[in-house]
T-cell receptor, first 116, second 116 residues
Framework: DTEVTQTPKHLVMGMTNKKSLKCEQH?????MYWYKQKAKKPPELMFV???????INESVPSRFSPECPNSSLLNLHLHALQPEDSALYLC???????????????FGPGTRLTVT | AQTVTQSQPEMSVQEAETVTLSCTYD???????LFWYKQPPSRQMILVIR??????QNATENRFSVNFQKAAKSFSLKISDSQLGDTAMYFC?????????????FGKGTRLSVIA
C-alpha cells in the first residue's frame, strides 16, 4: 500500500483567514514532505520532516507553518496568505530519508488552494 | 549542484504506439537514483519507475522501461503500447545517494498526449 491522503481536496480562503492542510500516511514512513506546485511546473520543496522533526525549511515565508504531530500526520497551517500562494500543495512520504535506499517519495493527491 | 533537463515540453503519440521521453542530468556524484513520475490531469504524482545508478540493468515496469546511459548521463523513458490513460505530465527526477537529507531534483516535465 503506497497511499498518502490529503484533505481537503480544494480550499478557497481569503487573505485574512487561517486554515490548515492535512496529510496522512500509514505506511510506516519516517520522512514526510510538503511541496508547492504551480500549473505546468515541477513541484517545489517547502519542508521536510524526518522522524517528526523539521529537517529542511526551504526559506518558506512564515505565513506557512508546518507541524508533525506524529509519524503518520503532517499539517500545514496557513495564515495571511497572498494571492500568489494559490497553487497545488502536495504532500509526500518516504520510508527513509531522501538519499538513502528506500528514499523514493510517494505523493498524495494534493490540495488545490485558491487565495482570494 | 544537480540539474535535470527534459528537452521535450510536449509530445503526442497514437494509441498502441511506442513513445520515448528524454531526460538528461548533470552531476558529479557516482551514486544516485533516478525516477520517472507521472502526473495525470487528476494531479496525483505517481512513481512510475526507479533506477539505481550502480545497476547496469535497465529498470522495467510492465509497459514502462528506461534506457539508462550512465556515461552519457541520460535516462529516457519508453512507453510501449500507449494507452489513453498514459496522458499526463511526466517528470524525470534525480536523488543523490547519501546518509543525509537530499531533496529530489525535478526536470521541468514533458506533457504527453495519447491520441485515439
Amino acid at each position: 500500500d503506497t497511499e498518502v491522503t490529503q484533505t481537503p481536496k480544494h480550499l478557497v480562503m481569503g487573505m485574512t483567514n487561517k486554515k490548515s492542510l492535512k496529510c496522512e500516511q500509514h505506511m510506516g514512513h519516517r520522512a514526510m514532505y510538503w511541496y508547492k506546485q504551480k500549473a505546468k511546473k515541477p513541484p517545489e520543496l517547502m519542508f521536510v520532516y524526518s522522524y517528526e522533526k523539521l529537517s529542511i525549511n526551504e526559506s518558506v515565508p512564515s505565513r506557512f507553518s508546518p507541524e508533525c504531530p506524529n509519524s503518520s500526520l503532517l499539517n500545514l497551517h496557513l495564515h495571511a496568505l497572498q494571492p500568489e500562494d494559490s497553487a497545488l500543495y502536495l504532500c509526500a512520504s518516504s520510508q527513509r530519508l531522501a538519499g538513502a535506499p528506500g528514499g523514493e517519495q510517494y505523493f498524495g493527491p494534493g490540495t488545490r488552494l485558491t487565495v482570494t | 549542484a544537480q540539474t535535470v533537463t527534459q528537452s521535450q515540453p510536449e509530445m503526442s503519440v497514437q494509441e498502441a504506439e511506442t513513445v520515448t521521453l528524454s531526460c538528461t542530468y548533470d552531476t558529479s556524484e557516482s551514486n544516485y537514483y533516478l525516477f520517472w513520475y507521472k502526473q495525470p490531469p487528476s494531479r496525483q504524482m505517481i512513481l512510475v519507475i526507479r533506477q539505481e545508478a550502480y545497476k547496469q540493468q535497465n529498470a522495467t515496469e510492465n509497459r514502462f522501461s528506461v534506457n539508462f546511459q550512465k556515461a552519457a548521463k541520460s535516462f529516457s523513458l519508453k512507453i510501449s503500447d500507449s494507452q489513453l490513460g498514459d496522458t499526463a505530465m511526466y517528470f524525470c527526477a534525480f536523488m543523490k545517494q547519501n546518509s543525509g537529507n537530499t531533496p529530489l531534483v525535478f526536470g521541468k516535465g514533458t506533457r504527453l498526449s495519447v491520441i485515439a
